[in-house]
């Protein structure tokens, strides 16, 4: 008996766990493409804005921010957008991470919360499968031998739900690493805006 046939004898747990486990997948692969679409340099983009912004030119530096993608350049074109208005830089940073972190965290949990619930799964349809190898087996003979059969693909629900678990829990942790980047680069990228409005003498627009 190979794999293909024992998985699709193991029972009904058995294809809720391949189901579980391509749901996991196909979040993370989104994922993986979501942070790939935000992931710019910072420092270039950064180079790029002082130089604008030096020379007053605050719709070329939005316009820098709106067509650069990720949560970092909507942070920076919110902050030029406030000093222009004249409000307070941080509150309108805050602002645009308080709508962006949600985004940047949805599914990461529910695919660790999967690599949890997957080796559970799989003891489940091991137990499921082992009360029928005993139900099928105390009338028979050869008890060793129904027993032995049984547990063949049994064991392949276990096997599955902790290869499963091991795959989720690297995927949750890639994801996890990720995201702790670009946090970081936010985090980097407002402190560099607002030191450098800071140190950045008032045009005579301004004054």
Not at 100 to 112: A, N, V, W, Y
Request: contains cysteine; charged residues 20%.
């Amino acid at each position: 008996m190979n794999y293909l046939e024992m998985a699709y004898k193991s029972g009904p747990v058995m294809w809720i766990i391949v189901g579980v486990f391509v749901l996991a997948m196909v979040l993370f692969l989104t994922k993986v493409m979501q942070f790939h679409r935000d992931e710019i340099n910072i420092p270039e983009l950064l180079k790029g804005l002082r130089n604008t912004l030096q020379r007053n030119a605050f719709v070329e530096a939005l316009s820098l921010c709106d067509n650069t993608p990720g949560p970092t350049a909507r942070l920076l074109g919110a902050a030029i957008l406030a000093h222009q208005n004249g409000d307070d830089l941080r509150m309108a940073m805050d602002e645009i991470a308080i709508a962006e972190i949600p985004r940047l965290e949805r599914f990461i949990r529910f695919i660790g919360s999967i690599g949890f619930i997957l080796p559970l799964l799989g003891f489940l349809g091991t137990a499921a499968s082992m009360a029928q190898a005993f139900e099928a087996a105390k009338n028979s003979t050869g008890m060793t031998t129904e027993w032995a059969k049984a547990m063949e693909p049994a064991l392949i629900t276990t096997l599955a739900g902790l290869t499963g678990a091991v795959i989720c829990y690297l995927a949750h942790n890639y994801l996890a690493a990720r995201l702790d980047a670009i946090l970081l680069d936010m985090e980097k990228a407002s402190m560099e805006i607002i030191s450098f409005f800071d140190r950045r003498p008032l045009s005579e627009q301004e004054k």
